[in-house]
C-alpha cells in the first residue's frame, strides 16, 4: 500500500483498518464501491441484501459470471470480493433493509458508515432517520440510467488533515518571530566569500531585501506585479560580480527572485478558521465535546496569548539550494519554534480538560501535534439531514431556484429522480422496465414531474426530453456509470473514515450524457 499510505498516511491506514462499513444492496454500483474498499484494505465489511441473483445482475457485476443463478447476491458477492483481498473480513445478511427496519434497527447502530444504494424512497427515509439520530454516517449512492447521484448525511463532520491543493508555506517572513529575526541578522550578505554567499537559503536573501524594502521602499509588503518586479530587481542587485563586473551564477538568489510571488504572503488566520473559533462548539464547550473542539479551543486561546494573533508556526520548509550545515540550522530554527508552538497549545489544551473533569491523556500527543501542523487547514462540514431535505417547510428551495436559470443545469437530473420515487410510490414499480411499457409511462412520470414541482412550489419548466430519457433508461443501472460513482463513493467513504481530505456538502450529480458533475447544497 505505498501509495495509498502517502494519500493518507499510516495513520488513516490505520483508521480504514479498524473500521466496519454496511452497504445495502449488492447491485452492481454496491458492489463497485465495496471492490474500492476492499482493495486498499478496510477493516471488514457487511453486505445486506436480501435478493437472489438475477439474470439482470450476470449483465452488469464485478465478476458475477462466476456467480450462480439463484444464489443469494449478498453471499455471492461477499465471497467474490474477499478474493480481492485476504485481510478483509466480510460479513453479509440475507434480509431485506425493510425487515431489519422493521424487526432489529439497533443492527445498524454496529457501523462505522452506512452505504445505501437503489433503495426506494420510504425505506431510505427511514433508515436515515435511524441513522441521524445515532449519529452514524450515511453514504447514499445510486445510478439510474446515465445519472448517478450520492447523497451524505452526517450531522458533524471535523477534518484536520484537509489536504489543501497549492499550500502555501508558512515561513512568517512579514512577521519572523524573535528566533527568525536572530537567525536572519547572523547573515552578513556584504562580507561573504562567494561559497558562502552562493549556498545561503532564499529564505534568508528574501527576509534579507524585505528589510531592506521596509527601510527604503515602503512599510507594507509588495502586492502588485510592479512592486514584486521593483523587489526582484533589489534583490538581482544582490548577485556577486567577478572582476569583469558580469554577475556570477548564484542558483540560491535565482531561487529568491522565482519564489517571492509565494514567499511574501500576509500571516493571518484564515476566515474558515476564524469560523471555527466563533462557532458555539468551540465557545461552549463540555464534558461531550470531542478532541477536535477542545484542540481547536486551545489554538484559539494560544492566538489570542502566545501566538500574538498568528496560528502555531508549522515548522516545516522547502527543499532548496544550500549547503547541508545552513539548511539544517535554519530549518532547526522553524522545527524548535513549532515545538514550542505545540507546548504552549499543549497547555492550554491541558487546563481546558482539567475543567472539564476529563483525563489528560484524554488527547494524544500525536493528535495535539497533527492538529497544530494542520492549524490553517481545519474543516468543519455540516450536512443537513434527509427529513430537511424532502420536507415540504424545510427544502432548500432557493439553491434550486438559483440553479434551473440553465434548463440543462444538472439540477433537473435531480428533479427526474425525486419524480423517478413519486412514480414508484404510486405505481410500485419503475417507469419503462419494460419496452412495451415506455411510451404509457410518459405520461405518467410527466404527471408525476407536474406534481411533485406543483406541491414544492417550484414554477419550473423541465424540457420533455428528459421525461422521455428517464422512461428509456427503464431503471438499468449500467455498468460503465455504476464503476464510475462506485469510485467516487468509495473516495468519500475513506474521506469519512480517516478525517481526511474534505467531502462534498451534500448532494452530488453526475451526468453521463454530458460527463458532467456537479454539487448542491439541498
Given amino acids: 500500500f505505498p501509495s495509498q499510505c502517502r494519500l493518507w498516511g499510516d495513520h488513516g491506514q490505520e483508521a480504514l483498518e479498524s473500521a466496519h462499513v454496511c452497504v445495502i444492496n449488492a447491485t452492481a454500483t454496491g458492489t463497485e464501491i465495496l471492490k474500492n474498499l476492499v482493495l ?53 445478511v440475507e434480509e431485506s433493509p425493510e425487515k431489519l427496519l422493521d424487526n432489529d434497527p439497533s443492527f445498524f447502530n454496529r457501523f462505522n458508515l452506512v452505504v445505501a444504494t437503489q433503495l426506494p424512497e420510504s425505506t431510505l427515509l427511514r433508515l436515515a432517520e435511524l441513522l441521524w439520530n445515532s449519529n452514524i454516517p450515511l453514504l447514499v449512492c445510486r445510478t439510474y440510467g446515465l445519472v448517478g447521484y450520492m447523497r451524505v448525511i452526517i450531522k458533524e463532520h471535523t477534518v484536520v488533515e ?13 512577521k519572523p518571530f524573535p528566533e527568525l529575526r536572530e537567525h536572519i541578522q547572523s547573515y552578513d550578505l556584504d562580507h561573504m566569500d562567494k561559497k558562502d554567499h552562493s549556498h545561503t537559503p532564499w529564505i534568508v536573501i528574501v527576509a534579507k531585501y524585505l528589510t ?19 523587489f526582484r530587481q533589489l534583490i538581482r542587485q544582490g548577485i556577486l560580480k567577478n572582476e569583469n563586473g558580469t554577475p ?58 502566545e501566538g500574538q494573533g498568528s496560528l502555531p508556526v508549522r515548522g516545516t520548509i522547502p527543499d532548496m539550494i544550500a549547503d547541508s550545515n545552513k539548511f539544517i540550522k535554519l530549518q532547526n530554527v522553524y522545527r524548535e519554534k513549532a515545538k514550542k508552538d505545540i507546548a504552549a497549545v499543549g497547555n492550554h489544551a491541558a487546563k481546558l480538560l482539567q475543567s472539564l473533569g476529563k ?49 440543462d443545469s444538472e ?15 404510486q405505481h ?6 419494460y419496452n412495451y411499457q415506455v411510451e404509457d409511462d410518459i405520461g405518467k412520470l410527466k404527471s408525476c414531474l407536474t406534481g411533485f414541482l406543483q406541491e414544492h412550489g417550484l414554477s419550473i419548466v423541465v424540457k420533455d426530453d ?48 454530458s460527463q458532467t458533475s456537479t454539487t448542491f447544497q439541498l
Fill in 466 to 513: 428528459y421525461v422521455h430519457e428517464f422512461c428509456r433508461y427503464g431503471a438499468a443501472e449500467p455498468h460503465a456509470v455504476a464503476a464510475f460513482m462506485g469510485g467516487a463513493a468509495a473516495q468519500e467513504v475513506i474521506k469519512v473514515i480517516t478525517g481526511q481530505f474534505v467531502i462534498f456538502n451534500n448532494t452530488y450529480i453526475y451526468s453521463g450524457m
Fill in 248 to 305: 556570477e551564477d548564484e542558483e540560491n538568489f535565482e531561487e529568491a527572485m522565482k519564489n517571492v510571488n509565494t514567499a511574501l504572503n500576509t500571516t493571518e488566520i484564515p476566515r474558515c478558521i476564524e469560523e471555527i473559533f466563533n462557532d458555539d462548539c468551540c465557545i461552549n464547550l463540555t464534558e461531550q465535546s470531542p478532541s477536535f473542539w477542545i484542540l481547536a479551543r486551545a489554538v484559539k486561546e494560544f492566538v489570542a496569548n
Fill in 359 to 407: 483525563a489528560p491523556e484524554s488527547i494524544s500527543e500525536r493528535e495535539l501535534k497533527l492538529l497544530c501542523d494542520n492549524s490553517a487547514f481545519l474543516r468543519v462540514v455540516r450536512c443537513r439531514s434527509l427529513s430537511e431535505e424532502y420536507g415540504l417547510n424545510t427544502f432548500n428551495k432557493d439553491e434550486i431556484v438559483s440553479h434551473m436559470d440553465n434548463p
Fill in 411 to 425: 439540477l433537473v437530473l435531480y428533479l427526474m429522480l425525486r419524480a423517478i420515487d413519486r412514480f414508484y410510490k
Fill in 40 to 92: 486498499p484494505g478496510i477493516g471488514s465489511f457487511t453486505i445486506v441484501d436480501g435478493n437472489r441473483v438475477s439474470g439482470e445482475d450476470v449483465g452488469n457485476k464485478l465478476n458475477i459470471v462466476l456467480i450462480v443463478l439463484k444464489q443469494n447476491r449478498a453471499q455471492s458477492a461477499t465471497e467474490l470480493l474477499q478474493e480481492l483481498n485476504n485481510d478483509v473480513s466480510g460479513n453479509f
Fill in 428 to 433: 410500485g414499480r419503475y417507469p419503462g422496465v
Fill in 162 to 174: 484537509s489536504h489543501p491543493d497549492n499550500m502555501l508555506e508558512d515561513l512568517r517572513l512579514d
Fill in 212 to 230: 531592506k524594502w521596509f527601510n527604503e521602499k515602503s512599510d507594507r509588503l509588495p502586492k502588485s506585479y510592479k512592486e514584486k518586479e521593483t
